[in-house]
C-alpha cells in the first residue's frame, strides 16, 4: 500500500486505496474491541472498588447497633469459618490436581489398552469408510505413511469424544461450583456485619457473589478444556525404512507379507509410546489449565475475599 497514492488520489480507486480501505476497516474494528475491553475493566475496578467502600460504610454503622459481646461472638463464629473455608480451599486443590493426573493416566492407559487388542488393530487400521490396509497400493514409504495417518486419526477421535471431554468438564465445573459456594458463605458472612443483602450499584440493584456466568471473574470465564488435533505422529515408518536389516528381508518376502510386516512393526512402535504420548498431550491441554484455574481460584481469587 502507497500512503501517498492513497492520499493524492483518494477519489480514484486503486491498489492502495482498496487495501487501505481493508486495513481501516479492519483497524477500527480491533480500536472498538480494544476499547470495550479497557472500559469493561476499568468500570469493574470501579465498581468493586465503590461496593467495598459501601460495604465498609454500612459495615461501621451496623457495628454501632451492636453489643460488645455480640461483635466478639460474631468475630470468633467468622474466624472459625474463614478458617474453615481456608482449609476447604487448600482441599479442592489437592483434590483436583490428583483428579486431573488421574484422568490422563486413565484415558492413556484405556486406548493403550484397546490398542492392544487384535480385534481393535483390525478397526484401527481398516476404516469402514476406506480401502483396507492390506489392500493399499504398495510404495514402502507411502505405505507406512499411511499406517500413521489411520492411527493418529483414531487417537484424536478417542480425545476428541464427548465422554473424554466430559471428564475434564466435569472437573472445570466442580471448581466453578466450589468458587460460587465459597463466595455465597462469603457474602452471607459479609451481610452479617453490614446488614445489606443487596448493594446499589449505578442505579441498579444486583446479588452479592456470582449467580449466573457473567458474574464469574475473568480468570474463569476464560476457557479451559480445548483438546488439539494431532496428538501424536513421529514418523517411525520413515526409521523402519532405513532400517539396514529390515530392508533386505524386505526384497525376499512376497508383497502381501511385506505389507503385514510394515503393519506390525509401524503399529507396535505406535501402541507402545502412545501412553507417554497421550499423557504429554492431555497433561500440557488439559492438565495445566485446570491446574491454572484451580490455583486461580484458591490462592488468589478467594484468598483476596476472604
Known amino acids: 500500500m502507497n500512503c501517498l497514492d492513497v492520499f493524492l488520489n483518494a477519489e480514484?480507486?486503486?491498489?492502495?486505496?482498496?487495501?487501505?480501505?481493508?486495513?481501516r476497516k479492519v483497524l477500527l474494528a480491533n480500536?472498538?474491541?480494544?476499547?470495550?475491553?479497557?472500559?469493561?475493566?476499568?468500570?469493574?475496578?470501579?465498581l468493586d472498588l465503590l461496593e467495598n467502600v459501601s460495604k465498609g460504610l454500612?459495615?461501621?454503622?451496623?457495628?454501632?447497633?451492636?453489643?460488645?459481646?455480640t461483635q466478639n461472638r460474631l468475630t470468633e463464629l467468622h474466624l472459625r469459618s474463614i478458617q474453615d473455608l481456608k482449609l476447604k480451599c487448600e482441599k479442592?486443590?489437592?483434590?483436583?490436581?490428583?483428579?486431573?493426573?488421574?484422568?490422563i493416566e486413565d484415558i492413556a492407559t484405556d486406548c493403550y489398552e484397546k490398542m492392544s487388542k487384535d480385534s481393535e488393530k483390525k478397526i484401527i487400521?481398516?476404516?469402514s469408510d476406506v480401502t483396507?490396509?492390506?489392500?493399499?497400493?504398495?510404495?514402502?514409504?507411502?505405505?507406512?505413511?499411511?499406517?500413521?495417518?489411520?492411527i493418529t486419526e483414531y487417537v484424536n477421535n478417542r480425545l476428541q469424544s464427548e465422554q473424554v471431554l466430559q471428564k475434564f468438564e466435569d472437573v472445570?465445573?466442580?471448581?466453578?461450583?466450589?468458587?460460587?459456594?465459597?463466595?455465597?458463605?462469603?457474602?452471607?458472612?459479609?451481610?452479617?456485619?453490614?446488614?445489606?443483602?443487596?448493594t446499589e450499584s449505578f442505579g441498579e440493584y444486583r446479588r452479592e457473589g456470582p449467580s449466573d456466568q457473567d458474574d464469574l471473574p475473568l480468570q474463569i470465564k476464560i476457557p479451559v478444556v480445548a483438546l488439539s488435533v494431532l496428538v501424536m505422529v513421529a514418523l517411525v515408518a520413515l526409521g523402519i525404512m532405513v532400517s539396514p536389516v529390515l530392508i533386505p528381508t524386505l526384497l525376499i518376502m512376497s508383497r502381501d507379507d511385506r505389507k503385514r510386516r510394515i503393519i506390525d512393526e509401524v503399529y507396535d512402535k505406535h501402541k507402545d509410546k502412545i501412553r507417554g504420548e497421550i499423557r504429554t498431550h492431555l497433561t500440557k491441554n488439559c492438565g495445566d489449565p485446570l491446574n491454572d484455574l484451580v490455583e486461580n481460584v484458591t490462592k488468589d481469587l478467594l484468598p483476596s475475599r476472604i
Open 12 to 23: 480514484n480507486e486503486n491498489v492502495s486505496t482498496k487495501e487501505f480501505i481493508k486495513f
Open 31 to 46: 480500536v472498538e474491541k480494544a476499547k470495550n475491553i479497557r472500559f469493561e475493566r476499568h468500570f469493574r475496578y470501579l
Open 58 to 69: 454500612h459495615a461501621r454503622l451496623h457495628l454501632k447497633q451492636m453489643s460488645a459481646d
Open 92 to 103: 479442592i486443590r489437592k483434590s483436583v490436581l490428583e483428579k486431573t493426573a488421574l484422568i
Open 125 to 127: 487400521l481398516n476404516p
Open 132 to 150: 483396507p490396509m492390506i489392500e493399499v497400493k504398495w510404495h514402502p514409504t507411502r505405505f507406512a505413511n499411511e499406517i500413521n495417518i489411520r
Open 172 to 198: 472445570k465445573n466442580e471448581i466453578i461450583s466450589f468458587y460460587r459456594e465459597v463466595s455465597t458463605d462469603l457474602s452471607a458472612m459479609e451481610n452479617q456485619w453490614t446488614n445489606v443483602v443487596k
